[in-house]
């Protein structure tokens, strides 16, 4: 059963920088980050092949966000800039070691414990 372990969540102002790690204990062709606040509906971010290909974002982080990947690791980050409030959720990881088409829609198999991410004004 492979684990994702997340961190890198935290609290700053609006207009300042997080950057989120998620490592997977073995090989995931595909992983997603999402997020949830409080009283909403999860919301994908932003999701990417691990091999090849260009990370995909939601429209409300596009220009903002920004995923890198280090395969010696089995990792993804998530570089989150110019943040603001309504950022202001828990972040979770999301991988699949399955072949197929890589989107936000997809039934994710893994998923990471969860990040809190808070941006005051």
């Known amino acids: 059963q492979a684990q994702l372990l997340e961190s890198g969540g935290g609290s700053v102002q609006a207009g300042g920088s997080l950057r989120l790690s998620c490592e997977a204990s073995?090989?995931?062709?595909?992983m997603a980050w999402f997020r949830q606040a409080p009283g909403k509906e999860r919301e994908g971010v932003a999701y990417a092949y691990t091999r090849g290909g260009s990370p995909i974002y939601a429209d409300s982080v596009k220009g903002r966000f920004s995923i890198s990947r280090a395969n010696d690791k089995n990792a993804m980050y998530l570089q989150m800039d110019s943040l603001k409030p309504e950022d202001t959720a828990m972040y979770y990881c999301a991988a699949d070691g399955r072949g197929g088409i890589c989107d936000l829609t997809r039934d994710y198999v893994y998923w990471g414990q969860g990040t809190q991410v808070t941006v005051s004004s």
């Open positions: 073995s090989y995931m062709y595909c």
